[in-house]
C-alpha cells in the first residue's frame, strides 16, 4: 500500500504540479505524512498513560527519521525508480481506487493534523481526573 502512494505522488508531482525532482518530493511528503502518524500514535499513548505530552524537539526528530526512513527505502535502495518504472503498483488493478486510497490518506491526515491539537486537550482534561484519583497527586 507504500508503494502504491508513492506511485500516485510521484504521478501527480511529475504530471500535475510538473516538479523536476518528483521522488524528492514524493519522498519529503511520504516521510513527513508517516512520522506525523508515529508522532500522534506516541503522543496520545504518552497522554493517555503519563500525562505527558511530547516536546517539539522530540516531534522534529521524528519527523526527520521519518525523511530519512523513507530517503534510505527509495532512494538509497532504489525502490523509488524500481516502483516507478517497472513494477508501477495500483490496488487491484485499478487507476481509480488507487487515486481514490491517496486523496483519503491525504484527507485524513490532515483531518488529523488539524484536529490533534484539541484531541490532546480533551483527552488531557478527561485523563487528568482519574489520574488523580487513582494515584493521588
Not at 13 to 21: A, G, P, S, V
Not at 77 to 98: Q, T
Request: proline share 2%; charged share 15%; with cysteine.
Amino acid at each position: 500500500m507504500i508503494d502504491v502512494l508513492y506511485y500516485m505522488y510521484y504521478l501527480f508531482y511529475l504530471k500535475k504540479l510538473k516538479d523536476e525532482e518528483p521522488h524528492a518530493r514524493t519522498i519529503w511528503f511520504l516521510g513527513i505524512f508517516f512520522s506525523y502518524w508515529v508522532f500522534c500514535a506516541i503522543d496520545l499513548f504518552l497522554l493517555f498513560f503519563f500525562l505527558y505530552s511530547i516536546s517539539l524537539e522530540f516531534a522534529l526528530a521524528i519527523c526527520f527519521l521519518g525523511v530519512l526512513l523513507f530517503y534510505w527505502i527509495y532512494s538509497k535502495n532504489g525502490r523509488g525508480k524500481f516502483v516507478v518504472e517497472d513494477r508501477k503498483p495500483l490496488i487491484r488493478g485499478s487507476f481509480r481506487l488507487s487515486v481514490i486510497w491517496a486523496i483519503l490518506f491525504f484527507v485524513i491526515t490532515v483531518a488529523m493534523f488539524l484536529s490533534s491539537a484539541f484531541m490532546g486537550k480533551y483527552m488531557y482534561q478527561l485523563v487528568e481526573p482519574m489520574s488523580r484519583m487513582v494515584f493521588g497527586k
